[in-house]
């Protein structure tokens, strides 16, 4: 059997995301997609308190495979996609913690579970 060389290696998800995609069924969540999950990469959102423009973007930038910039702090941040970080998505504990902190930030709420795995799926296949 031949397998393409020219495969990315982020095609195979890490444990961590299938186990939390199932946990994301289970909680009612369906047939996750990373088209959707790059439209809310994408999407703007507007802070309720200050009026001012959030979006994922704005720290991690639109290529994944990059580094990114926290707009408030100016720190550094690794970039997400794992095929260029694989230590991204490996962590349950972390991947919990930065999408809640992060959907909180953004969209001024927690993700749903739908989401979080459209999300992870975006980030997964980058």
């Known amino acids: 059997m031949a397998f ?3 495969m990315p290696l982020s095609i195979h998800a890490s444990e961590a995301v299938d186990e939390l995609l199932a946990e994301y069924r ?6 996750f997609s990373a088209e959707t999950g790059q439209t809310l990469w994408n999407q ?12 994922c973007i704005a720290c991690h930038t639109d290529d994944l495979r990059n580094q990114g910039e926290h707009v408030r702090t100016g720190k550094t941040i690794k970039p997400l996609a794992p095929s260029v970080n694989p230590e991204r998505l490996t962590k349950i504990k972390h991947i919990r913690k930065w999408l809640k902190r ?13 989401e979080k795995g459209n999300i992870l799926n975006f980030i997964q296949s980058q």
């Open 4 to 6: 393409p060389l020219a």
């Open 26 to 31: 289970s909680q009612g969540a369906t047939d």
């Open 44 to 55: 703007e959102f507007t802070h309720q308190k200050t009026g001012k423009i959030r979006q």
């Open 102 to 114: 992060n959907c909180k930030w953004t969209l001024g709420r927690e993700c749903d579970a739908q």
